[in-house]
C-alpha cells in the first residue's frame, strides 16, 4: 500500500513539474506586445509522412488559436519547415492541414528551406519586418529556445515577440513531464538571461 502510495505521488510530483516548467518556458521572452498586425510563426517538426503528422497538427491547431481574437488587420500565419524525406516541405504539409482540414482562410506564407530552429528564425526573418507583434507556435521549449534565436538575430524583432497560445493546463499533461526533461536538455545553451519569465 505504501509502495503505491509512493508512486502515486512520485506520479503526481512528476505531472505539477512538468506543468511548472511548460508554463515557465512559454512565458520567457515574450513582452506586452502593442499595435494592430501580428505574424503567427509555426514551426515544424520531422514529418516523413506525405500528411502532417501528430505533432504537426497539434503545432497548426496551436498556431490558428494563437490568431489575435479580434481577427488583427493583416495577420499572418507562417509555416516554416523544410523539405522532409518524402520531398514535400514540412510548411507546405503544414498549410495544407490548415487550409483543408481546419478551413482556415486567412493569410499564409511558407518557409520551406529550414532544416534546423536556427535556419527557421533566420529564413522567417524577411517574413516579420513591419508586423507589430510577433507569435513563435510549438511546443513551450522550443518555442522558447527560438525565441531566443530571435533574439541573438534580430534584437529589435525579438522585442516585439508576444505570447502565442501554445500552452494551456492540461494539454499534453501525461506527456509533459517527458517534453520538460527533454526541454531541459535542448535549452541548455540559453543563458539564464534568456530562461527568465515575463510577467
Known amino acids: 500500500?505504501?509502495?503505491?502510495?509512493?508512486?502515486?505521488?512520485?506520479?503526481?510530483?512528476?505531472?505539477?513539474?512538468?506543468?511548472?516548467?511548460?508554463?515557465r518556458w512559454s512565458r520567457a521572452l515574450v513582452g506586452s506586445g502593442v499595435g494592430a498586425s501580428e505574424a503567427v510563426v509555426v514551426l515544424g517538426y520531422r514529418n516523413p509522412q506525405s500528411t502532417a503528422n501528430f505533432v504537426n497538427r497539434w503545432r497548426v491547431r496551436a498556431g490558428i488559436r494563437s490568431v489575435a481574437a479580434d481577427g488583427a488587420r493583416g495577420t499572418r500565419v507562417i509555416f516554416s519547415g523544410g523539405p522532409t524525406s518524402n520531398g514535400a516541405a514540412e510548411a507546405q504539409l503544414m498549410a495544407d492541414y490548415a487550409?483543408?482540414?481546419?478551413?482556415?482562410?486567412?493569410?499564409?506564407?511558407l518557409e520551406d528551406r529550414s532544416a534546423t530552429t536556427w535556419e527557421n528564425i533566420t529564413n522567417v526573418i524577411p517574413l516579420l519586418e513591419g508586423v507589430d507583434r510577433i507569435k513563435i507556435v510549438s511546443q513551450p521549449a522550443h518555442a522558447l529556445k527560438a525565441r531566443a534565436y530571435l533574439r541573438r538575430q534580430r534584437p529589435d524583432l525579438a522585442a516585439r515577440v508576444v505570447r502565442a497560445d501554445d500552452y494551456r493546463p492540461g494539454e499534453w499533461m501525461v506527456g509533459k513531464p517527458l517534453l520538460a526533461l527533454y526541454g531541459l536538455w535542448t535549452l541548455r545553451g540559453l543563458t539564464a538571461e534568456e530562461r527568465k519569465v515575463s510577467l
Open 1 to 23: 500500500m505504501r509502495r503505491r502510495t509512493g508512486l502515486a505521488t512520485a506520479g503526481a510530483a512528476a505531472l505539477v513539474w512538468g506543468e511548472w516548467l511548460n508554463w
Open 99 to 109: 487550409k483543408s482540414v481546419l478551413e482556415y482562410d486567412g493569410t499564409v506564407l
